[in-house]
């Protein structure tokens, strides 16, 4: 990194006059790769330009469901050699960088062939320098506003929501006879499980769902099908009857599943952000990830926020060091349930037929600013936000 630095301290290149291939570097994260959507709809309206995702083998399947791609440059980021032989074959009149703190992604981009590089200063990650302009990214804004900024570098306003193309059919043996809410336990990458909502929290508001004569689809990846099989086994046992998907979709057939579901409830992973801007109902829980950085965009969301003191210290995504690890049990069942009432018109959250063993709290609500988007509106036990 300082050898790259010393080079673009003396040889910092103008953008070119006219751009007509541009790559969008993005390695890692479902989630991110969704929120990325909505660059590529700004981007892909000036017809003379041809858009490159450039991603990692874990979102290459994330950004095949973004229309008006180009290509989908997928490079073996655990080979940084041959990935920057792949990325050198496309020589990009404008490459943006848009990892916040990667620094193999820097190194990618200097070295790319690109005629010009954007990327982020991030506090503390010392990878800027590698950049032809660079752009302050802030922790105060949400993730996508700080994509929106780089955009606006390369001089393209970003100002569309996320937007993701049609998935793949599911197999109609696999789907359920009526409508179905969809339970997304799992987050995959580093230290997800302190994202993941407790067994007998999951079990008591899908019980009280199914009792109330709904059904409940389980998902989750390859390496949540086990844990998922057990957690049925379980429900199983309890006579509550559910569906378990996991680990038998792929990613494409998984957005069709939950574009076609009338609720998901979510931990904060990509699944979420995927549900949300396809304009599915969701309800996502929210323990070391703040609402304001990283929460779901779309018409219908409801992040359930924990009361735990320590919650929402997630940054850039890795700072789990010497912070707690139990943020999610502030995340109660029963505002979970509540918001699912609300969302489904249920008669209401405490009838006989539907409620918890525990009693909810009252419900009010506020108007509340979202990230510098319209109020929303904001449905309280304490911790629950309605945007519609």
Request: hydrophobic content about 40%; charged content about 25%.
């Amino acid at each position: 990194m300082a050898a790259l630095a010393l080079l673009r301290a003396f040889r910092r290149r103008p953008p070119p006059r006219d751009i007509i291939r541009i790559g969008l570097l993005k390695t890692a994260g479902i989630g991110d790769t969704v929120l990325l959507s909505a660059i590529v709809r700004d981007i892909v309206k000036d017809p003379q330009v041809e858009v490159y995702l450039i991603t990692g083998e874990a979102n290459a399947a994330a950004a095949k469901l973004i229309d008006g791609v180009q290509e989908v440059v997928t490079l073996p980021m655990t080979h940084p050699l041959r990935a920057l032989s792949t990325l050198r074959r496309y020589r990009f009149d404008v490459l943006l960088d848009f990892g916040p703190w990667p620094r193999i992604n820097a190194i990618l981009a200097a070295l790319a062939r690109a005629q010009h590089t954007i990327g982020f200063r991030t506090a503390g990650q010392w990878r800027h320098f590698a950049y032809d302009r660079i752009v302050d990214h802030s922790r105060a804004v949400h993730e996508i506003d700080n994509y929106r900024r780089l955009a606006e570098a390369a001089g393209y306003r970003s100002t569309s929501a996320p937007l993701l193309g049609k998935g793949e059919p599911v197999p109609r043996a696999l789907l359920p006879m009526r409508p179905f809410i969809v339970c997304h336990l799992w987050s995959a990458g580093f230290n997800g499980s302190w994202k993941e909502w407790g067994a007998e929290r999951w079990r008591a508001v899908i019980e009280s769902l199914v009792t109330g004569g709904h059904d409940v689809v389980l998902t989750g990846g390859q390496d949540d099908r086990d844990a998922t099989a057990e957690f049925h086994r379980e429900l199983n046992a309890a006579s509550v009857r559910v569906h378990d998907l996991s680990g038998k979709l792929d990613l494409a057939q998984t957005l069709e599943l939950l574009r076609r579901s009338e609720l998901v409830i979510s931990v904060n992973t990509g699944v979420m952000h995927m549900a949300a801007v396809v304009g599915t109902p969701v309800i996502s829980l929210e323990g070391p990830t703040p609402v304001q950085r990283w929460g779901p965009i779309g018409e219908h969301v409801m992040p359930i926020v924990s009361t735990h003191p320590g919650a929402g210290y997630l940054y850039l995504g890795w700072e789990y060091e010497g912070a707690p690890s139990d943020t999610m049990d502030g995340i109660a069942a029963e505002d979970v349930l509540r918001a699912a009432h609300a969302i489904l018109g249920d008669e209401e959250a405490g009838s006989p037929r539907t409620r918890l063993r525990a009693r909810p709290t009252p419900v009010r609500l506020s108007r509340v600013p979202v990230h510098g988007k319209e109020p929303q509106e904001r449905v309280a036990g304490d911790s629950s936000t309605l945007a519609s």
